[in-house]
């Protein structure tokens, strides 16, 4: 909960707990509900409306009303005032507890030296036809967003979801919850900066790149991006159209999730999935070739910025499958991760000779199923570079993007696990970066290489 919202509901109290208890009402009184309009409009200006606080917003108008009875004398309430008290009393709770239940995201610290600015644009790859259309003349039609080393934290703060009166419902319905529950989100602070100035100090960059799960959304693990580049990475996403939440293309087209243009039957499968990992390595193949572009454009803002030398790829779900998907066969790729990966839909070449570059999975022990886990344990077996696979106890699916920061109720939601979503991240985080910091810089892996830490973390080796 953040400050003025405490303080208005402090302020609510005593005209409370006075009604309560007698019908007397002090001159003095009217101090409080003044005080609490005051706040509330330092509230919305400085910290901004959330639907959350409703019910504050509401308790402080009735009492900011009833305040020019007591300041005149009307010393006594009306008859079953108490009544009145009781629902204010019931309405207070109720505004305390909203808040704390749905409180406004807050993302971990980035760690790293560097500001971050960022960019999202739209391209199109003339050079694929899009499979998921009728139309055959269709091109791949993808948005990208794009999060840098800055020079310093200037310019507009990016919103965690653009577009949020479309986003919020859409995000919202993939996951069973009501459509107006996400309408806060853009309300958490990012210190992420819309086309700043990119750093000049350690440039070149390593490029990672990013695929996010079925249905998911481009930024949904923005806490451990925001981590890598504070510490000197460029790191970019593609919003896999059509498997992902939602796309919202500058032309105002909007296309949401539909499964059964993706599957026969509407349920996803392994089978029918293959083309689909396939495709999302594509696009992650043609984002980097548009960044290379971008750094040989001497107008760009990231002109000279990237090194391609040092490519990693990380994933959640559907995206960890595609991330194995891309090692396997574009070279550019020097490193990847597995986020609780969906490797099912990975052709079955990738247990014969599987990804030859350095991998980390990290992951719940369940790992989707004892299908899935089967086969995740094979291709880690089956690795010849030094590899990791990471199993973080009382963890779920979605513990490894940031769904799990946003309310202390996801796990009675299902949407996550026992373990606590800050720690979770944390720890996920640290090893996150550990291991590219080793694949990509060189540095030393202490971390990776002692036993872990932390009591919940397994740590497999190969």
């Known amino acids: 909960m953040r400050l003025y919202e405490i303080i208005i509901l402090a302020l609510l109290l005593p005209p409370l707990f006075w009604a309560l208890f007698t019908r007397q009402r002090p001159n003095w009184l009217a101090i ?99 499979i998921y259309t009728e139309d055959p003349n269709d091109n791949r039609e993808v948005m990208v967003q794009v999060w840098y080393p800055a020079a310093a934290p200037t310019g507009e703060p990016a919103r965690y979801l653009p577009d949020l009166d479309v986003a919020g419902p859409v995000i919202a319905e993939q996951f069973g919850l009501p459509a107006f529950l996400l309408g806060h989100i853009n309300l958490t602070k990012l210190d992420v900066w819309t086309d700043a100035p ?23 693990n923005t806490a451990m991006v925001r981590e890598l580049v504070s510490h000197g990475y460029i790191v970019g996403a593609v919003d896999h159209t059509y498997a992902n939440a939602l796309s919202v293309f500058p032309d105002g087209r909007v296309f949401v999730y539909d499964p059964a243009r993706i599957f026969a039957n509407g349920d996803s499968n392994p089978t029918e999935a293959n083309p689909l990992v396939r495709q999302w390595a594509d696009d992650m193949a043609f984002l980097l070739d548009t960044m290379a572009g971008w750094n040989a454009e001497a107008g760009h803002g990231l002109n000279g910025r990237f090194d391609f030398s040092h490519v990693g790829v990380f994933g959640h779900s559907t995206g960890g499958g595609a991330t194995l998907q891309f090692c396997l066969q574009d070279e550019r790729c020097q490193a990847g991760v597995g986020l609780d990966s969906w490797v099912l839909p990975v052709g079955d070449g990738v ?20 299908t899935n886990k089967a086969r995740g344990e094979a291709i880690f ?8 696979n990471l199993i973080l106890a009382n ?16 796990p009675q939601l299902g949407l996550s696990g026992t373990i606590d979503s800050h720690y ?25 290489d002692a036993p872990s830490p932390y009591p919940e973390l397994t740590i497999e080796r190969n």
Not at 381 to 388: K, P, R, V
Not at 427 to 442: D, M, P, R, S, V
């Open 395 to 410: 963890t779920a699916h979605y513990d490894f993007t940031d769904l799990a920061l946003l309310s202390p109720l996801t």
């Open 32 to 130: 409080f509900p003044v005080g609490g309009a005051l706040f509330t409009i330092l509230h919305l200006f400085m910290e901004g409306y959330r639907w959350q606080m409703v019910p504050a917003y509401g308790l402080t108008a009735v009492f900011l009303i009833l305040a020019p009875r007591w300041v005149n004398g009307t010393q006594n309430g009306p008859r079953f005032s108490w009544l009145m008290a009781l629902l204010g009393l019931l309405t207070w709770l109720m505004a305390a507890a909203l808040p704390l239940a749905m409180p406004v995201p807050q993302l971990p610290e980035p760690t790293g030296p560097y500001a971050i600015g960022t960019f999202t644009t739209y391209l199109v790859d003339e050079s694929r036809p899009e």
């Open 198 to 220: 990119a750093a000049n100090d350690g440039a070149p960059f390593p490029v990672i790149i990013f695929s996010h799960g079925l249905s998911g959304i481009r930024m949904q």
């Open 351 to 370: 247990l014969t000779q599987g990804p030859a570059q350095p991998f980390m999975f990290i992951g719940t022990p369940e790992w989707l199923g004892d």
């Open 381 to 388: 077996s089956g690795l010849t570079q030094g590899s990791y």
């Open 424 to 448: 979770s991240a944390e720890i996920q985080i640290e090893y996150l970066l550990a291991f590219f910091n080793h694949t990509l810089k060189g540095a030393a892996t202490p971390l990776l």
